[in-house]
Nanobody, 119 residues
């Protein structure tokens, strides 16, 4: 079983920055890709960013390109999301997720960490 635990959420003013972390653990943790998703108030969950576990490829939603940066530490089984120039519309519950090797879907999810951006 895989556990994903997010941390680093909080309250920040518009224009500010916040960094999120996701710690992955479990004997069966073996990922192809890690990513971040978010779900704002009254909205559906949406993709934010992802990163290949082997290799440097990263992917971003258009809404966060140039403001958010996803990174990883494969030795520590950690993935990070640095969020700059935050906007009130970035307010959401942010989830860490994993696509296991051999799977084509986001099978493993964390519980989420709340990010609130005040105007």
């Amino acid at each position: 079983q895989v556990q994903l635990v997010e941390s680093g959420g909080g309250l920040v003013q518009a224009g500010g920055s916040l960094g999120l972390s996701c710690a992955a653990s479990g004997r069966s943790f073996n990922t192809n890709r890690m990513g971040w998703f978010r779900q704002g108030p009254g909205k559906e969950r949406e993709f934010v960013a992802s990163i290949r576990w082997s290799g440097p490829r990263t992917y971003y939603a258009d809404s966060v390109k140039g403001r958010f940066t996803i990174s990883k530490d494969t030795a520590k089984n950690m993935v990070y999301l640095q969020m700059n120039s935050l906007k009130p519309e970035d307010t959401a519950l942010y989830f860490c997720a994993s696509v296991p090797l051999g799977s084509g879907t986001w099978d493993d999810w964390g519980q989420g960490t709340q990010v609130t951006v005040s105007s």
